[in-house]
Nanobody, 121 residues
Framework: QVQLVESGGGLVQPGGSLRLSCQAS????????MGWYRQAPGKQRELVAV???????NYADSVKGRFTISRDNAKNMVYLQMSSLKPEDTAVYYC???????????????WGQGTLVTVSS
């Protein structure tokens, strides 16, 4: 069974840094785009950053210059390096991937279970 598992969330002070990781596991045929979304309490889930299989990336305006997305295709992993964190970055961060299992006929969107990031003094 294919799944995405996030790690690296936690409590950090404003101005601090945190690195999130996401591992895609299972019988994977291929992965297209991978990304990070977040959902703050009482708000809708929003895109944070996305990276294509070739390395091209896009960011939400609110995190440009502070967050960096990267991936390791050999390990089926995607990372989110977060710096200069603000209280408004507090949210559950979800890993997302457009991937195909060896038992699937086509690519599907898969979500991780989420990891909580809290920015507070």
């Amino acid at each position: 069974q294919v799944q995405l598992v996030e790690s690296g969330g936690g409590l950090v002070q404003p101005g601090g840094s945190l690195r999130l990781s996401c591992q895609a596991s299972g019988s994977i045929f291929g992965i297209n785009a991978m990304g990070w979304y977040r959902q703050a309490p009482g708000k809708q889930r929003e895109l944070v950053a996305v990276i294509g299989s070739g390395g091209s990336s896009n960011y939400a305006d609110s995190v440009k210059g502070r967050f960096t997305i990267s991936r390791d295709n050999a390990k089926n992993m995607v990372y989110l390096q977060m710096s200069s964190l603000k209280p408004e970055d507090t949210a559950v961060y979800y890993c997302n991937a457009d991937l195909r299992s060896r038992s699937w006929a086509r690519y599907r969107e898969v979500w991780g279970q989420g990891t909580l990031v809290t920015v507070s003094s």
